[in-house]
């Protein structure tokens, strides 16, 4: 009963913590008798201070009387074990990151005690060791303001010359383990974004400032093997290729966003560490050569992995200096660029002489130094001139002599869709990217001009319809300065004097260039379209460049296209040619219209499914793709050439309604509705022609055969006939009307032959259609229909009602796309009226969200 007397210990009191200090005071020597006991400890002193911090304002006061974070260091001493390592800075993380009290903060930080755990030699050996360690410093990290970094820093001279918890963790920025990289990337933005003026000074300057070099040079080798993937892919097209490929863009992705918040730090030195390493190391030397055509030995890139990042360089580090020092590089010829095993002795030298492409992998980040100096273009280089880029060949020997903005032009004209898609997004970014010099339209200009025309202030409204305003004043003087850079900072000259001189002929040939694509019958409609929405955002600033020969060029592609739409009509889907206008309609429009590309980038490197040579087979499922390519390719005209000669797109494409239909049609004298013959419904069998089927060998049976058109929906039905009611019947099958390709057998005058086609096609489905291609899916094939009908004149006579049911449901299609289809007509007399009266174009509307 004495046990009565003892009065336990309440958890959570200041008694129990300071039982607990009081025991671990006592500790001389950690071994396996009070190992456990230690850990205990320490474990329950964070939980009370964390507690008191939050309830009792005393705790922390013991905790500070006592000097429990010298009995920390001293245990941290005494241990020779990793787990008591790993239990004291579990219990320190714990404390920081739930200490609430400023005041609480300052003293853990302050009498160099984190310091000391910081620097403190841990056996590394240890992976979980690693992790604790990491995630101690990280916790660290999330309680820096700029009176709390002081605590942390030395500081000698007005300058800091130590900063443990920076140095000591970029340490680890490249460790095997993912989660400790992305704690040290975390760690070191809440640095930069504490804004301390000597903090940033000191993680700028040498040694510090080759941790970003590290970074663009570990960037690097990640792009050098996407594109090792990349390469893979083309001969071994597999759905671990394609993860692979989906694991590394995720990773490039990752990279360009940790720089980009790195640079939204406002650190100006950090800024431009980031962007000249991204040009000297990768872009200048691999990117920018890799945009050739031509086939280059030792070429690190091909064009499509060097599209792709970057593009992903541009749209993500949303720098303007970097974005206009990459375009202003676009007008230096492509031999400035040529690695020097392939110079030739015309005075061209390198960037980087790496003689294969192990050296590259071999060689440290550190150790790779780029002679900038001896980059130069000689004088008697080829003058730029104006012409068509459409007249550039795709196996140009003088390619090397083209500047590489009309490499990229010549893409659009001559390359294959992945190039056009690759070329086209470039310049897209260049777009978006703080308008990259006014190579294309300089928006915050013309917005700032519109605004100042709307008010009347100044002469806002004659420069806002001046071609001569945007040109001269706006892209000529930065865009030479930018060239200066080059050369004087990088070491590129440009000896293109047009460059200089005539700016518009840059918007011009853009112009020509898409207008090309547009003529192009080798390219996917989803390509097209993304043509058709640079095209759009250039015209509102460019009118003056879009000339009517660019019209007329675009007109004459809308009437051939027209023209092909008209034999749709006609073929396996005109069922759903309608409702495929209304929805390709209503992508397109939203498409062109939006502010940015709507595709992913990666679409670049994983190119949507396009019809090949398997799928101009005469299967309704290849007409049926076929049918949806070319709706929207002549929407994407249709759309074009209203834009072009400034009226708005409507929301629904311009048709017809449906029309009545007259009593004596085969459909109501059935007794069908628009809804279509259901299974099991009745219908009249008036104009039924008996005939025989087998469905399975040996199995014959008997149905009444009906074709029917209603409006633009058509259906062949085999009915058993009721024998209860006089020519009445039920409906057994029904199948699509369109498609069904009826021909009498050869041999058997009374068989007719009918091609079944399913009654949707699945890519219409967006979720059975991503930029990877077509996901799998049930296979649909076509089916196949042998009626046996009585006699011959049956047979012709079941014929004869298809063919004029047929025809029926094509002109009514027709007619109900009329509207569309006269288009032209109008807009050939918008082209004579401008041709006779010798004007440009109407300007276009500008849209809102392109300001």
């Known amino acids: 009963m004495w046990f009565s007397f003892w009065k336990p210990r309440d958890r959570f009191s200041l008694d129990e913590l300071r039982y607990l200090t009081d025991q671990l005071m006592k500790i001389q020597v950690i071994n396996k008798v009070n190992k456990d006991f230690v850990i205990e400890a320490l474990r329950s002193i964070a939980e009370l201070i964390t507690y008191g911090d939050q309830h009792d304002s005393s705790f922390f006061e013991f905790f500070m009387e006592k000097q429990v974070m010298e009995e920390f260091v001293r245990v941290l001493r005494l241990s020779r074990t990793v787990i008591i390592s790993l239990q004291l800075l579990q219990t320190v993380s714990i404390m920081i990151q739930n200490l609430k009290s400023e005041h609480s903060i300052y003293y853990m930080f302050s009498n160099e005690y984190i310091n000391y755990l910081i620097t403190y030699k841990f056996d590394f050996r240890s992976e979980e060791l690693v992790s604790y360690y990491i995630s101690f410093l990280r916790a660290i990290s999330g309680k820096l303001n700029k009176n709390t970094i002081s605590l942390l820093i030395k500081i000698q001279n007005d300058e800091v010359v130590a900063f443990p918890l920076y140095e000591e963790a970029i340490r680890f920025a490249f460790h ?83 720089f980009s918040d790195v640079i939204s730090a406002g650190i100006p ?107 130069r273009l000689t004088q008697n280089s080829t003058v730029c001139l104006r012409k068509s880029i459409r007249d550039v060949s795709l196996h140009d020997n003088t390619e090397s002599h083209l500047a590489l903005r009309d490499a990229l032009l010549s893409y659009i004209t001559n390359g294959d869709d992945v190039q056009v898609m690759g070329s086209i997004n470039i310049m897209a970014t260049l777009l978006q990217t703080k308008d990259a010099l006014g190579i294309l339209p300089e928006r915050k200009k013309q917005k700032k001009l519109l605004l100042q025309a709307l008010v009347g202030e100044g002469s806002g409204e004659e420069q806002l319809f001046s071609a001569e305003g945007l040109t001269k004043e706006g892209c000529g003087d930065e865009l030479t300065s930018y060239i200066d850079r080059l050369k004087n900072q990088y070491g590129v000259s440009c000896s293109c004097p047009e460059v200089r001189e005539s700016p518009r002929v840059h918007n011009f040939q853009v112009f020509d260039a898409l207008v090309s694509l547009f003529c192009r019958s080798d390219i996917s409609a989803e390509t097209l379209w993304d043509g058709g929405w640079l095209l759009r955002q250039l015209l509102p600033y460019r009118e003056t460049e879009f000339t009517n020969d660019h019209l007329n060029i675009l007109k004459d592609s809308y009437m051939k296209c027209s023209n092909r739409l008209i034999k749709e009509c006609r073929g396996s889907w005109p069922d759903l040619l309608i409702a495929v206008f209304c929805d390709e309609w209503r992508k397109c429009k939203r498409a062109i219209e939006a502010s940015s590309p709507r595709k992913e980038l990666k679409c670049i490197l994983l190119p949507q499914h396009k019809l090949s040579a398997e799928d101009q087979s005469d299967s309704s499922l290849a007409s049926g793709e076929r049918m949806c390519e070319l709706v929207k390719v002549f929407v994407l005209f249709h759309q074009l050439c209203i834009f072009s000669v400034g009226r708005p797109l409507p929301d629904q494409p311009p048709m017809n309604p449906p029309i009545d239909f007259p009593e004596k049609c085969r459909a109501k004298t059935a007794g069908v509705d628009k809804i279509g013959p259901k299974p099991s419904a009745e219908l009249s069998l008036v104009d039924a022609v008996p005939c025989k089927i087998a469905f399975e060998r040996g199995k014959e049976r008997h149905f009444s055969f009906l074709a029917i058109s209603l409006g633009s929906s058509g259906w062949v039905v085999l009915a058993e006939e009721l024998t209860s009611k006089v020519h009445r019947g039920v409906v057994r099958i029904a199948a699509p009307l369109a498609g069904c390709n009826p021909k009498v057998d050869d041999k058997h005058s009374r068989w007719l032959h009918l091609r079944i086609r399913p009654t949707n096609f699945p890519y219409r489905d967006a979720v059975n259609f991503t930029c990877q291609g077509k996901t799998k899916s049930r296979a649909l094939v076509d089916g196949r229909w042998t009626l046996a009908f009585p006699d011959e004149s049956s047979c012709k006579s079941a014929l004869s009602m298809i063919v004029e049911e047929l025809n029926l449901q094509s002109s009514e299609v027709e007619r109900m796309l009329r509207p569309l289809l006269d288009f032209e007509s109008e807009l050939e007399r918008s082209v004579s009226y401008l041709n006779s009266s010798d004007l440009e174009p109407p300007s276009p509307r500008i849209p809102v969200n392109s300001l």
């Open 269 to 375: 030195d950090v800024g431009r560490l980031i962007t000249d390493n991204l040009l000297k190391l990768l872009i200048f030397p691999y990117l920018l050569p890799s945009l050739r055509r031509e086939l280059v030995h030792g070429t690190m890139f091909d064009a499509v992995a060097s599209v792709y990042v970057l593009c992903c360089i541009l749209r993500i580090v949303k720098m303007k200096d970097l974005a206009n020092t990459v375009a202003a590089a676009l007008f230096c010829h492509m031999k400035a660029f040529t690695p020097s095993s392939e110079a030739r002795p015309n005075g061209y030298t390198c960037f980087v002489c790496f003689s294969h492409e192990s050296q590259v992998a071999s060689s440290g980040v550190n150790d790779l130094e780029l002679d900038f100096g001896s980059l």
């Open 176 to 258: 095997e383990e993912s989660m400790v990289c992305t704690a040290v990337r975390a760690l070191t933005l809440n640095v930069y974004h504490v804004g301390d003026e000597f903090v940033n000074k000191y993680v700028s300057s040498k040694p510090r400032a080759d941790y970003f070099l590290n970074l663009v040079g570990f960037f690097r080798d990640q792009c050098i093997s996407l594109n090792k993937l990349v390469a893979n892919a083309t001969n071994n097209k597999s759905s671990e290729t394609t993860s692979k490929i989906l694991s590394a863009v995720d990773d490039i992705e990752d990279n360009l966003y940790y």
